[in-house]
């Protein structure tokens, strides 16, 4: 039998540092601030210290599960080897944010005692988001870790044993390695519509993806947005749309230039790869709101030169093009516009995808009629899981699969069920595991919505996205059905539209 951690030093610790009871302590501004802080020495020098690390984990037959070095540390080396795994050190006190982050490669597991996350010990806390950040599973909880998973949304770890951990720290590396194995695609961020904060791709920021939390959740590329809201249809109106775009589009590819000793801008699938051979973070562009494109369709081929991969029709209202899914707009029935035919047409001629997330079933379907090439829903779900009209219905899923298209589930709260501030990424695979089973393993993806209204309990972030394929292994999925709904099956897509685009 193995022995559990305590639970009981916590509430002394919390009362001391905080003078009133336990269940009183409000989550501390002080470890925000230090978190924060955290951030910024990674940031500072990332491109050298990403390139510098090794990921040996392949090497060792057991899991690897990090000890803290505490009196009871021998205790604990033994129980975690009886559990199966192998006990390696964590750095000492007063290392830095940067030398635990280093050191943490190589962790599949950690052992945090309870009550030893405390708010007045920087070196603990730093732990915590160290394993956090990652997603090393863990074991150890107390009242100081749950107020911290409050304040930033974490998922609590809920390992109590050191069988559990051992087990759990298995699958991590399983999912870890897999990832790192394949080419891993998240196919719609909204990073770029903040870059007024100050935000960009290369550093770590306050927003939920960017190169360092790709690296911490084994993310290969990512589509940036560029979005624009709805305005008047007339010619002024659009062409000072079309421009507004060409600014974001150009914004972007700016922002990618400054960071390319750490990313790349990708086109085509061949790109792609190439830039993933050379250690790089793979971005892609796409423009959200066919309003964008203006009235001029000569303006689809400047967009295709500038390196843009996909085109969402329409957004929460209707357009030029045709109408939209959205209350806001005035008839879901209806579809294309005689000029949106136009623009399916030219799209397929420079090999740009039709994305569908948005628009309306009429537009739907009249897509999938008119479209030489596959199209895709970049961001969507089910609505059999949840009756919203972002999502497809069983039918729009069988369509999509015969047409050879693919769905990338979303992680919006609003849209994946009720209520929405208890979503977690079981009720996102509840409607992955449903467009699988009725689309086919072939034509599902991951489109996060990230930095645009995306991310639960589980999956907050770029660096929550292995949380991803450790429910895809658990769930029974195969190690190439998992390599389909990373990327593969939207390069296999993208590659058939630029192919039929190339025939013309």
Not at 58 to 67: E, G, H, Q, S, T
Not at 238 to 265: F, G, M, P, T, W
Not at 394 to 414: C, H, M, R, T, W
Request: charged share 25%; aromatic share 8%.
């Amino acid at each position: 039998m193995v022995k559990k951690l305590s639970l009981s030093v916590v509430f002394a610790i919390l009362v001391s540092m905080s003078g009133v009871r336990a269940q009183e302590v409000n989550y501390p501004e002080t470890v925000k601030a230090l978190f924060q802080k955290a951030d910024l020495e990674i940031s500072e020098g990332y491109g050298i210290l990403r390139f510098a690390q090794k990921d040996t984990r392949d090497v060792f037959l057991k899991p690897r599960i990090a000890v803290p070095d505490i009196e009871e540390a021998d205790f604990i080396r033994q129980m975690v080897m009886k559990a199966g795994g192998e006990a390696v050190d964590m750095p000492g006190k007063g290392c830095s944010s940067v030398s635990l982050r280093e050191a943490s490669e190589q962790w599949d597991g950690a052992v945090l005692p309870d009550g030893w996350v405390k708010a007045s010990d920087e070196y603990s806390l730093l732990v915590y988001k160290t394993i956090t950040d990652r997603n090393i599973p863990f074991i150890g909880e107390s009242s100081m870790t749950s107020i911290i998973d409050n304040g930033l949304k974490r998922l609590p770890c809920g390992i109590s044993t050191y069988e559990d951990l051992v087990r759990k720290a298995k699958t991590y590396r399983k999912a870890a390695n897999l990832m790192d194995s394949i080419f891993t695609l998240d196919t719609h961020c909204d990073l770029p519509e903040n870059y007024s904060k100050g935000w960009s791709v290369g550093r770590r920021n306050l927003s939920q993806s960017g190169v360092p939390k790709m690296d911490e959740g084994h993310l290969d590329a990512q589509v940036l947005v560029s979005f624009l809201w709805q305005g008047p249809s007339d010619d002024a109106s659009a062409s000072k749309a079309y421009q507004k775009n060409l600014a974001q589009i150009a914004r972007i590819r700016e922002d990618v230039s400054e960071h390319s000793a750490i990313c790349a801008l990708a086109s085509t699938p061949a790109q792609a790869d190439s830039i993933k051979a050379l250690g790089k973070k793979v971005f892609m562009i796409a423009l959200e709101n066919g309003y964008g494109i203006g009235n001029d369709i000569k303006n689809i081929k400047t967009l295709k030169d500038l390196g843009v991969i996909y085109i969402s029709l329409s957004h929460f209202r209707d357009n030029a093009i045709c109408n939209t899914s959205s209350r806001h707009g005035s008839d879901p029935s209806k579809g294309l516009t005689a000029f949106g035919r136009e623009v399916v047409e030219e799209m397929n001629r420079q090999g740009i995808l039709i994305d569908l997330s948005h628009p309306s079933q009429g537009t739907f379907w009249d897509c999938i009629s008119l479209s030489k090439a596959p199209v895709i829903c970049s961001h969507s779900g089910a609505r059999a899981v949840y009756g919203h009209d972002r999502g497809l219905d069983d039918k729009q899923l069988k369509a999509l699969a015969k047409n050879g298209g693919v769905i990338q589930v979303y992680s919006v709260p609003e849209y994946l069920g009720r209520p929405r501030e208890k979503m977690t990424i079981d009720d996102m695979m509840a409607h992955f595991d449903h467009c699988v089973e009725v689309a086919g393993a072939e034509h599902v993806g991951i489109g996060s919505d990230f930095d645009g209204g995306g991310g639960v309990w589980g999956c907050n972030g770029d660096n929550d996205l292995i949380n991803l394929t450790i429910k895809m292994i658990e769930h029974g999925y195969s190690d190439e059905q998992i390599k389909g709904f990373w990327g593969g099956n939207f390069m296999r897509v993208l590659g058939k539209a630029q192919a039929i685009a190339g025939q013309d």
